[in-house]
């Protein structure tokens, strides 16, 4: 995680447009359909390759499906590969949310009057059946493009220099927002800026971008000549609650697998503050800090909750729900939970005073999670 846990911005542009990636970008179906390929090999005897799947990430299907019939040894051509793992992916489509941050840029970009449009290497129909959960989105886009709009798909330029034609805008001009090396790649050769928002996966090729988040909550619309944001309160970001459960032990909250529903994106990481729901004690103000338990540390983040009202030391070994409802900032390079236990009594009483303001206050009515 040390490549990429700060912005890396190398100047800033006059941008006009914005180009947002979909998936793992703009919507979690990464997670969501995370265990569809795996449980679809083992119907055939296989086990998937995690390592070598999270690097196909991105590329165009068809490319996709020649490498994973190669890889595996299936019993199909490419086309009868896609026609039998497609209407399993499209299951679970309807349970992909928005990323933390993706809403708000969008608001904030129309409300500014700033174009934006949506290229994705996947297929046109399934880029509209996806967003076709989220209300509003398909009328928000200026431009929408599927990976078979074009002649190539990324990390070919194409797709981003026809959002970029379609919209009026000269590709110099253009800023895209990407999770994945190919598109990384194709922004590059478009000759785009581009910002990174990486899953951890894919942090070690963050360096080809010209800026790299953690999550567009930590997007600074001013470094590109875009109007800022003004909807900080205070010292937090109010966002649109991020959940999470599993066993509180030993002052860490043991997540459920990154895949399930009631784990965090993995573009969580940072310091939050909202509501803890503990199984037998009841509902708490917290802080929490999402990140590296130490230095050298490089396995997968942990999730350290604070009780504000409170203290850690008589909870143990009990369920707890969080609902995060307020962003502070992002960790910055190489910073630690550890790091984060020499200010967490000046966070907490930032975090107290702002929880009992209406527009936090009112993610305490029952039920708490959706």
């Known amino acids: 995680m ?12 006059h941008v006009q447009a914005v180009i947002f990636d979909l998936d793992g970008t703009s919507l979690d179906t990464e997670k969501v359909t995370k265990n569809v390929l795996k449980e679809f090999l083992e119907k055939y005897g296989k086990v998937i390759n995690r390592e070598k799947e999270d690097k196909r990430l991105g590329i165009p299907q068809l490319e996709a499906a020649i490498a994973v019939i190669k890889e595996y040894d299936l019993p199909f051509t490419p086309e009868q590969f896609i026609d039998e793992i497609t209407p399993i992916y499209r299951e679970r489509w309807p349970k992909a949310k928005p990323l933390p941050g993706v809403n708000r840029l969008m608001k904030h970009l129309q ?18 059946l996806k967003i076709s959960y989220h209300q509003g989105w398909k009328e928000q886009f200026s431009v929408i493009l599927g990976g078979d709009e074009v002649k190539s798909g990324k990390p070919s330029p194409d797709i981003f220099l026809e959002a970029a034609k379609k919209m009026g805008v000269d590709a110099a001009h253009c800023l895209v ?18 910002v990174a928002v990486p899953s951890q996966s894919e942090a070690d090729y963050a360096s080809l971008a010209d800026s790299v988040l953690h999550s567009l909550l930590e997007f600074q619309p001013e470094l590109w000549d875009l109007p800022p944001f003004e909807d ?8 649109e609650p991020i959940y999470s459960s599993g066993l509180f032990s030993n002052g860490f909250l043991s997540e459920a697998e990154d895949d399930e529903p009631s784990a965090f994106p993995d573009q969580v990481l940072g310091l939050y503050f909202g509501w803890a729901k503990l199984s037998m004690n009841g509902i708490f103000k917290v802080l929490v800090g999402v990140g590296r338990g130490h230095p050298a540390c490089t396995a997968k983040r942990k999730i350290k909750p604070w009780i504000i009202d409170g203290n850690n030391h008589h909870i143990a070994d009990q369920h707890m729900q969080l609902s995060l409802v307020a962003f502070v900032r992002g960790l910055n390079h190489k910073e630690t939970l550890m790091d984060l236990e020499k200010v967490v009594e000046e966070e907490k ?3 107290s005073a702002s929880l009992d303001l209406p527009m936090f206050l009112h993610h305490t009515r029952a039920p708490l999670f959706p």
Do not use: Q
């Open 177 to 194: 927002i990407e999770d994945s090396l190919v598109g990384v790649r194709a922004a590059n050769a478009a000759g785009m800026k581009v």
């Open 232 to 239: 900080w309160v205070d010292s937090a970001l109010p966002i």
């Open 349 to 351: 009483a930032i975090a």
């Open 111 to 128: 409300k500014h009057g700033v174009p934006f449009a949506l290229a994705s290497n996947s297929k046109r129909a399934n880029v509209d």
């Open 2 to 13: 040390d490549g990429y846990c700060e912005p890396l911005s190398n100047g800033a542009a």
